[in-house]
């Protein structure tokens, strides 16, 4: 943990946070250690832009995930949802 806040101390650019951030550095396999937490409510979202036929995902929280907002491009067009999935803490 003192690596991580050092890192964000000097501001050199080497640290990340946030689920969109850290899902974009772990595809490109740009870390070198990954801290979790374990209380994060985050749903994994897959959608398809049926103009492009572009596959997205997107990480959210849940409030996020009630707004239909985050379902639609820019245009207003809603994207097709492929598949929903939802990650909730473990119970202790």
Do not use: H, W
């Given at each position: 943990?003192?690596?991580?806040?050092?890192?964000?101390?000097?501001?050199?650019?080497?640290?990340?946070?946030?689920?969109?951030?850290?899902?974009?550095?772990?595809?490109?396999?740009?870390?070198e250690a990954l801290i979790v937490f374990e209380e994060l409510e985050c749903e994994r979202i897959e959608m398809k832009d049926t103009v492009t036929e572009e596959?997205?995902?997107?990480?959210?929280s849940p409030e996020r995930a009630a707004d239909d907002s985050n379902f639609k491009d820019r245009q207003g067009v809603a994207y097709d949802i492929l598949a929903r999935e939802q990650s909730k803490p473990s119970a202790k």
């Amino acid at each position: 943990m003192s690596n991580y806040y050092t890192e964000i101390a000097k501001d050199t650019g080497m640290f990340c946070y946030g689920v969109r951030d850290t899902i974009t550095a772990l595809e490109s396999s740009a870390l070198e250690a990954l801290i979790v937490f374990e209380e994060l409510e985050c749903e994994r979202i897959e959608m398809k832009d049926t103009v492009t036929e572009e596959t997205l995902t997107k990480y959210i929280s849940p409030e996020r995930a009630a707004d239909d907002s985050n379902f639609k491009d820019r245009q207003g067009v809603a994207y097709d949802i492929l598949a929903r999935e939802q990650s909730k803490p473990s119970a202790k």
